[in-house]
C-alpha cells in the first residue's frame, strides 16, 4: 500500500489548494448563494459535528477551556479552532494546505474584531499532521481521516494521540454506511479532484488503534444528515497520561 506522504499526500495538498479549498470554503462558509443542496446539507451536517466536539469540551470538567492547549489537526477553514479560540483556549491550528490556513487566519481575524473579551488569537501553521509535535491539553481531528488509507489512519491516531495529555476528539466517515457513501461521495469529489479518494473507517480499526496508543473511548456521537455522516470519539487515556 502507498504510504500517506507519497503521491495521495500531494494529491490532498493540491486539492485542497484549488478546487477543494473552493468548494469546501463554500460548504464551511455561511453564504447561502451559490450553494447546492447537497453543500448545504453536508454544512448542515459539519456544523453538527463542530457543534457536538464543542459540547464534549466545554462539558469536561478536568480540562476547562480556558487556558487549555489545542492542538487542532488539519483545522481547515477554522470552523472549530476559532470557537474555541473565543471560549479562551491556546490554539494550534494547522492544515496541510496554505489556502485553508489563510482563511481560517481571516475568519478568525473577522472574530476577533466581532468576538468575544476571552478570545485568543490562534497560532496558525501550513503543516501535515504527521510533522505536529509538542504535547497539548486536547487534540482535536475533524473530517481529516477521510483522507488516510486504513494502516495509515492508524499510524495517524497512534500518532496524535502521543500529542495529546488529556483528550483526543476525531470524527471519522464510519464504514458501516459504506454503500450509501460510496454513492454520495461521487458528488462531493466531482471531476478531475476525484485524485482525491475517500477512505472510510470501521469502528473496530479506529478503537483498535486507540487502544494500542493507551486510550479509550469516553463518549461517542454519530451525525448523520442526508449527505454526510460522521463518527465521532471523544477518547481519554487509560491511565492518567498518554503512554507514548
Ligand atoms: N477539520 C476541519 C473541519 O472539520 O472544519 C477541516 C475538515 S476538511 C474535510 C479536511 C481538511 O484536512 C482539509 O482542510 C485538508 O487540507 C486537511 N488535510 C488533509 N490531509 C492532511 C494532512 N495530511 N495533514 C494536514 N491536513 C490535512
Same mark, same amino acid.
Given at each position: 500500500a502507498e504510504a500517506v506522504g507519497g503521491g495521495d499526500k500531494e494529491a490532498v495538498r493540491a486539492y485542497f489548494n484549488s478546487t477543494g479549498f473552493e468548494r469546501w470554503r463554500k460548504i464551511y462558509g455561511s453564504n447561502t448563494d451559490d450553494v447546492n443542496r447537497v453543500q448545504l446539507d453536508i454544512r $448542515?451536517?459539519? %456544523?453538527?459535528?463542530?457543534?457536538?466536539?464543542?459540547? @464534549?469540551?466545554?462539558?469536561? =470538567?478536568?480540562? &476547562?477551556?480556558?487556558? /487549555?492547549?489545542? #492542538? *487542532?489537526?488539519? #483545522?481547515?477553514?477554522?470552523?472549530?479552532?476559532? &470557537?474555541?479560540?473565543? /471560549?479562551? /483556549?491556546?490554539?494550534?491550528?494547522?492544515?496541510?494546505?496554505?489556502?485553508?490556513?489563510?482563511? /481560517? !487566519?481571516?475568519?478568525? !481575524?473577522?472574530?476577533?474584531? %466581532?468576538?468575544? =473579551?476571552?478570545? +485568543? @488569537? =490562534? +497560532?496558525?501553521?501550513?503543516?501535515?499532521? $504527521?510533522?505536529?509535535?509538542?504535547?497539548? *491539553?486536547?487534540?482535536? #481531528?475533524?473530517?481529516?481521516?477521510?483522507?488516510? &488509507?486504513? $494502516?495509515?489512519?492508524?499510524?495517524?491516531?497512534?500518532?496524535? %494521540?502521543?500529542?495529546?495529555?488529556?483528550?483526543?476528539?476525531?470524527?471519522?466517515? &464510519?464504514?458501516?454506511?459504506?454503500? *450509501?457513501?460510496?454513492?454520495?461521495?461521487? $458528488?462531493?469529489f466531482p471531476g478531475p479532484s476525484k485524485a482525491t479518494r475517500a477512505y472510510l473507517h470501521s469502528e473496530k480499526d479506529i478503537e483498535e488503534a486507540l487502544r494500542a496508543a493507551g486510550w479509550r473511548v469516553k463518549n461517542r456521537g454519530f451525525i448523520s444528515t442526508q449527505f454526510y455522516f460522521a463518527k465521532l470519539y471523544e477518547a481519554v487515556p487509560v491511565s492518567g497520561g498518554s503512554s507514548s
Open positions: $448542515e451536517g459539519h %456544523a453538527q459535528t463542530v457543534a457536538a466536539t464543542l459540547a @464534549m469540551l466545554r462539558d469536561a =470538567p478536568d480540562v &476547562p477551556l480556558a487556558g /487549555a492547549t489545542v #492542538c *487542532d489537526a488539519g #483545522c481547515g477553514t477554522g470552523s472549530l479552532s476559532i &470557537p474555541l479560540a473565543s /471560549a479562551g /483556549a491556546s490554539v494550534l491550528a494547522s492544515d496541510i494546505s496554505a489556502a485553508m490556513v489563510s482563511e /481560517a !487566519q481571516r475568519q478568525a !481575524q473577522l472574530a476577533q474584531a %466581532a468576538g468575544s =473579551p476571552e478570545f +485568543r @488569537m =490562534p +497560532r496558525f501553521e501550513v503543516r501535515d499532521l $504527521e510533522s505536529l509535535d509538542g504535547r497539548y *491539553d486536547i487534540v482535536v #481531528c475533524l473530517d481529516v481521516l477521510i483522507h488516510y &488509507p486504513r $494502516e495509515e489512519a492508524q499510524k495517524m491516531i497512534r500518532h496524535l %494521540a502521543s500529542l495529546a495529555e488529556k483528550r483526543l476528539v476525531i470524527s471519522f466517515a &464510519p464504514k458501516t454506511v459504506y454503500f *450509501d457513501i460510496l454513492k454520495r461521495v461521487g $458528488e462531493l
